[in-house]
């Protein structure tokens, strides 16, 4: 499918914002995580990133806590936007 750079900047752009940031969020569900999920991560191991980085599991989990209680906060702020 040939398009244009004009279509993509407006699919990507305009249009993606409209389809995805006008709305309210939907109604959000509680996940139940199997017991299984626990019993089976390897909380001492490292994460690779990117440059051949890698960060232990306790520095992910602060991040992660870190994040939630930030979109908690301030639910319009994007992910970019975070302050983590």
Same mark, same amino acid.
């Given at each position: %499918?040939?398009?244009?750079? $004009?279509?993509?900047?407006?699919? !990507?752009?305009?249009? #993606?914002? #409209? +389809?995805?940031?006008?709305?309210?969020?939907?109604?959000? $569900?509680?996940?139940?995580?199997? #017991?299984? @999920?626990?019993?089976?991560?390897? !909380?001492?191991?490292? @994460?690779? +990133?990117?440059?051949?980085?890698? @960060?232990? %599991?306790?520095?992910? $989990?602060?991040?992660? &806590?870190?994040?939630?209680?930030?979109? =908690?906060?301030?639910?319009?702020?994007?992910? &970019? =936007?975070?302050? @983590?």
């Amino acid at each position: %499918m040939d398009s244009s750079k $004009e279509d993509r900047q407006k699919f !990507l752009g305009e249009t #993606a914002n #409209a +389809l995805f940031f006008t709305q309210p969020d939907p109604e959000r $569900e509680d996940v139940d995580i199997p #017991a299984w @999920v626990d019993e089976r991560s390897e !909380l001492s191991r490292t @994460v690779p +990133l990117w440059d051949r980085r890698e @960060v232990s %599991m306790q520095i992910i $989990e602060r991040w992660q &806590n870190a994040y939630v209680k930030d979109i =908690q906060e301030n639910r319009h702020r994007t992910f &970019n =936007q975070s302050e @983590v």
